[in-house]
């Protein structure tokens, strides 16, 4: 008879089931985790609400694959391995990245592996069941990193967002004499945030609509902080670049109105970095991007190979982790999760614990 665990699935949109699923059975070069903590993304909410960029409109366009376990911002103690795994050993504290490569395409071959083209990314394929669950199957082809000794059940748990947001930063290209933009300071803007802030650029201005987020944003190295439902931060951006606008505007919010917001504070030959998700269609003047101020356009999907760099950072005390898990609750108590996360003001990023 197979071993069963607590898991919250996802059958379709709305329909989360938190219920008894099979522990996954490993195979060659494969560890199992006891998963010790889970962060709730932005993705995983718009997933629970229909978002078109999980779902699709229809079968062939639609990512996930239900029904599948979500959650992608784990880590767990190894308690089982394969007889080939090498390198790796029961009771090790570890994390994987959040995409499991095929190592086959050409971005793999290439070490682009965060593009792979099977785009497996945890808790939305059936054969990649993530993290909101009692245990996680670490495919062969994951890449695997050791969580320190020291670092706390929070620390670890952001290891995977913080990564995000360094790699938008690195696409970024920041320079000590720009002025950056972070829009959207949850706990991957807060973090964008205090990294930038450790480039010594010329400014560092972080955007929310949250008081309580703008607070943080000063903490974690803005130099000025703008509500949107304030004030009009485009004009506010050129008051402060003698007219110019900023160098570097970062989207890490999945706001739609922040997109055109970005445009317009970017000075001429500005770089604006899209690193959020939004939950359907964003419409833009794509003249301002061309024939008006010549901008350079940069995308920015997951965290490429930033994570033994935020392991050392964190280490380190360079990146800041106090404060950004907001919340913390039982696995079963998911629904009182998301909610906190979608829509209690004083959230950042909300974890949830399978098994204490």
């Known amino acids: 008879m197979s071993r069963t665990m607590k898991a ?3 059958y379709a949109p709305y329909d989360n089931r938190y219920e008894d699923f099979p522990v996954p059975e490993i195979g060659k070069g494969e560890l199992l985790l006891k998963v010790k903590g889970c962060g709730i993304c932005a993705g995983d909410v718009k997933s629970y609400h229909g978002g078109i960029r999980i779902w699709g409109t229809s079968e062939e366009n639609r990512y996930i694959e239900a029904p599948c376990i979500g959650g992608h911002e784990f880590y767990g103690e190894i308690v089982e391995k394969a007889e080939d795994v090498t390198g790796y050993e029961v009771g090790e504290v570890i994390t994987a990245e959040q995409v499991i490569p ?4 050409k971005f793999c071959r290439e070490g682009k592996y965060w593009m792979c083209t099977r785009s497996a990314v945890f808790g939305f394929k059936q054969y ?4 909101f669950a009692e245990y996680v199957k670490i495919d062969k082809n994951c890449i695997k990193h050791r969580i320190p000794e020291g670092f706390t059940q929070e620390q670890a748990v952001l290891v995977e967002p913080i990564a995000c947001g360094m790699h938008a930063l690195e696409r970024a290209d920041i320079k000590h004499s720009d002025v950056v933009v972070i829009a959207g300071l949850g706990a991957i803007g807060l973090s964008m945030v205090n990294i930038a802030s450790l480039y010594l650029p010329g400014m560092v201005i972080g955007i929310d609509v949250k008081e309580n987020r ?7 190295g803005a130099d000025v ?5 304030e004030c009009n931060v485009a004009e506010e951006i050129m008051k402060l670049t003698d007219g110019l606008g900023c160098d570097v505007y970062v989207e890490a919010s999945g706001s739609p109105g922040s997109v055109t917001q970005g445009m317009d504070a970017l000075k001429n ?5 899209q690193m959020g998700v939004f939950a359907k269609e964003v419409q833009a003047d794509w003249n301002v991007i061309g024939d008006g101020k010549e901008l350079t356009i940069i995308g920015s999907h997951l965290s490429a190979l930033t994570y033994p760099a935020v392991i050392k950072g964190i280490q380190k005390g360079l990146i800041r982790t106090e404060g950004l898990i907001s919340h913390r609750f039982k696995l079963e108590d998911w629904e009182e999760a998301f909610e906190t996360a979608e829509k209690a003001e004083d959230a950042v990023k909300v974890m949830l614990v399978p098994q204490e």
């Open 269 to 273: 030959l500005g770089r604006y970095v």
């Open 8 to 10: 919250l699935v996802s």
């Open 102 to 105: 095929c190592g086959e395409c």
């Open 128 to 131: 990649a069941n993530g993290g």
């Open 214 to 220: 703008l607070a943080m944003g000063k903490e974690f």
């Open 225 to 229: 902080v703008l509500n949107p439902a």
